[in-house]
């Protein structure tokens, strides 16, 4: 392939075809280029490829790589513009034409100040200086009439700067009382300022006792065991055990990311949530009212309530309750001595809820129960004879038997073989006990129109420790919730609030025995 080169000035038409004319390179370093631009006149040169003609030095040819060009543009190349003007005229042919005859006069006044400035004079030179070459310069005297006109002149800039120091002494009396003013402006409003942050610390600490948070009820120990049914220590005991599993809880119908997890924009703080679903529980607190005191709505409080309900059951049901060896030998009541049941290890009793009745026919003949005469929801709850609990069972259906509860349940592996399960007369699991090889007692049958002396001995001694069961199932029933008719729609929630509020009171509360009253929980410690 053939380079067909030409020059790369813009008022330039030598190219390859044009004969008795070099071509060099331009060149490579920024301030050469600078200076080649001036005489190239292109702003479009491709510095890497184009060439330059040596027509645009004066002296034919280009010296070395550092000789600038200093021809823009000759006569030859003018008279070649104008041609091709006449020929086929245009605009950027006679922008052209213009910029050369510029060009040209420019070189052409250029030459002509070279030569006036070879034909100038030599400036004579200085001489030095030298104190004979001054001559005295003669002063002027002042006549009588010019110091007259000084004087006045002057008294009368004195007479000015007189009044303008008295107005200036005026300005800055008038200053310092402006002052002392302000200063005392600034007196009264720290004043002020110090009245209005006592009265907002007021206003504060007036809004925080009637605001609805653990921060501010902690400080009312009365109002916050009224609510929820702990006090301060047995709260904080409850949430510290529960804190470390915190993350994994779960709101229903909340669409849940990990961000949202992190972030801190939930209207309530965990220990606030913690105290809306206890007094939920503790006193069946309409949704609504209670949304009205957090300042939410009952679909966020509903969720706050199922979400800790669920969370504190699943937590709190996989302690392990089973005691130690020798535990239940050292902490056994007398009178389970007395009474002659020495050997007995766990005590168990059903308890009933009601639950509304479904129109499904079939729902209410399972949930029905002979006994309460209405759909219920049974729960067992089994205890050990010094009062801590066993286990709390789930919600079963009204119409399943005692027997049925207590297999499915798996209750009886608390208790070694050879002791004893002290139940009701309802529970008939005997041969339950005897394959797991425990003795099973509970009160005797009327097989007869009356109790003999033995069967009422019997029956007194197994209804006087059987109490330790009653205290303990009333204590988890303190809890309004539990004492409510249940709705058919949430009876899934049944068992899971009997299961996380049995292990609550089984936490906090000290065990009620046979000679204590359920009073003494009530008072604060």
């Not at 390179?25 to 001036?38: C, G, I, S, T």
């Not at 033995?454 to 059987?466: G, H, Y």
Request: aromatic letters at 8%; glycine letters at 4%.
């Amino acid at each position: 392939m053939v380079w067909h080169w030409n020059c790369a000035s813009a008022l330039c038409h030598n190219s390859w075809r044009t004969k008795g004319v070099r071509y060099y390179n331009l060149p490579v370093d920024p301030e050469l280029r600078r200076k080649y631009q001036l005489v190239l006149k292109n702003e479009n040169v491709n510095w890497t490829k184009q060439v330059i003609c040596s027509a645009h030095w004066s002296r034919g040819e280009r010296l070395s790589p550092d000789d600038i060009p200093d021809v823009i543009c000759s006569e030859e190349q003018q008279e070649k513009f104008e041609s091709l003007l006449k020929k086929t005229p245009s605009k950027s042919l006679k922008k052209k034409v213009v910029c050369v005859q510029r060009a040209l006069v420019e070189a052409n006044r250029e030459t002509r100040g070279e030569l006036k400035s070879t034909g100038k004079r030599k400036a004579p030179k200085e001489r030095p200086f030298s104190p004979g070459n001054m001559q005295p310069v003669k002063k002027r005297r002042k006549t009588r009439i010019s110091l007259e006109k000084e004087n006045l002149s002057l008294q009368s800039q004195n007479t000015s700067l007189i009044s303008e120091n008295k107005a200036l002494s005026e300005k800055v009396l008038k200053m310092e009382q402006l002052l002392q003013e302000m200063k005392a402006v600034q007196e009264k409003m720290k004043f002020e300022r110090y009245s209005f942050e006592q009265k907002l610390k007021e206003m504060k600490f007036e809004f925080n006792k009637r605001s609805f948070t653990y921060d501010c009820l902690k400080i009312r120990e009365n109002e916050l065991f009224l609510l929820c049914g702990l006090s301060v220590n047995e709260f904080d005991c409850l949430f510290a055990c529960l804190m470390p599993f915190l993350r994994p809880i779960v709101y229903p119908d909340c669409v849940q990311s990990l961000e949202k997890l992190d972030s801190n924009n939930k209207l309530l703080d965990n220990r606030t949530e913690l105290l809306v679903a206890l007094t939920v529980a503790r006193h069946a607190v309409d949704l609504v009212i209670m949304a009205k005191l957090v300042s939410g709505s009952s679909s966020t409080i509903s969720r706050v309530f199922v979400a800790w309900m669920v969370f504190l059951c699943c937590v709190l049901d996989e302690v392990n309750l089973k005691p130690l060896p020798g535990f239940m030998e050292a902490f056994l009541p007398r009178v389970f001595v007395d009474a002659g049941y020495a050997d007995c290890e766990i005590l168990g009793d059903n308890t009933e809820t009601w639950i509304a009745q479904s129109e499904n026919f079939e729902l209410n003949n399972v949930t029905f129960s002979h006994y309460k005469n209405h759909t219920t929801g049974k729960v067992s709850v089994w205890i050990f004879p010094h009062g801590a609990l066993c286990k709390c069972s789930d919600a079963f259906p009204g119409s399943i038997s005692d027997e049925q509860i207590t297999e499915q349940i798996d209750v009886i592996d608390y208790c070694p073989k050879g002791k004893v399960v002290l139940t009701d007369k309802g529970f008939a699991i005997s041969d339950l006990c005897h394959e797991k090889g425990v003795n099973h007692n509970r009160p005797p049958m009327k097989f007869n129109t009356q109790y003999d002396e033995n069967d009422i001995s019997l029956n007194f001694d197994i209804a006087t420790l059987r109490i330790y069961n009653e205290n303990a199932i009333g204590r988890i029933r303190d809890w309004s919730i539990l004492n409510k008719c249940w709705p058919s729609g949430r009876v899934d929630l049944l068992g899971i609030c009997w299961i996380a509020l049995a292990h609550i009171v089984n936490l906090t509360k000290k065990p009620v025995g046979p000679n204590e009253t359920q009073d003494s929980d009530a008072q604060l410690p």
